[in-house]
């Protein structure tokens, strides 16, 4: 019969070879470009959740500085320090250390402490007068008094109409009183911040 059409495959025999190869060709320009899209499409939104993403641990990280236990730089290792505030003060201090209300204690003798207490005009003068005072800094910025006692010395710290008296004690034993824990506490006491 005079028909183009296989019977079996349905294929129109009548269109030219010619226009079948071009055809074909259009539909994978097409398809082509459309994938192209698609990969660009993927690339920018790839990059846009990477930037979210970034931003969500920055902000993570931003937010852990404010929590209770931080890491600070003036440890040398990574330890975990915990936040002690007294009034308007306040310190970070490493494991090995404990804390009362007025008190940053060393856990394995808690007669070695640092202790804070805000005192009257008449008190701070008094521990001025009776003592060879000295200036000193905390936490390079933070201007104090220093003075020494038996077994003791303070700083004095005049801040925000208050008068803070911060004691460090310690036990004249070598084997107790070591350089680690002198160390830990040089790093509490430049460890202070003021609200």
């Known amino acids: 019969m005079g028909s183009s059409i ?27 470009k459309k994938s192209e899209i ?3 499409t ?20 931003k937010a852990n500085d404010n929590n209770e236990t931080i890491t600070t730089q003036s440890y040398t290792s990574i330890e975990e ?5 007294f009034e308007s003060l306040s310190v970070y201090y490493p494991d090995s250390f404990g804390s009362t209300n007025s008190t940053i204690f060393y856990k394995d003798n808690s007669n070695i402490n640092i202790t804070f207490s805000i005192i ?16 000193a800094t905390l936490n390079s910025n933070i ?14 710290l005049d801040y925000n109409n208050s008068k803070y008296n911060i004691v460090i004690n310690y036990v004249n034993d070598k084997t107790i009183y070591t350089e ?16």
């Open 6 to 32: 296989c019977p079996n495959c349905h294929y129109d025999n009548s269109i030219n070879e010619n226009d079948n190869l071009n055809n074909f060709n259009d539909d994978y320009k097409k398809n082509n």
């Open 38 to 40: 698609i990969k660009i």
């Open 42 to 61: 993927l690339t920018i939104a790839l990059i846009f959740i990477l930037a979210l993403l970034l931003n969500y641990v920055l902000t993570l990280t």
């Open 81 to 85: 320090l915990h936040k002690y505030s």
């Open 120 to 135: 009257t005009d008449d008190e701070y003068s008094a521990i001025i007068n009776s003592n060879e005072v000295l200036d």
């Open 143 to 156: 201007n104090v008094k220093t003075y020494a006692n038996n077994n003791s010395y303070g700083y004095l």
């Open 180 to 195: 680690e824990v002198q160390t830990s506490i040089g790093k509490i006491l430049n460890s202070i911040e003021l609200k």
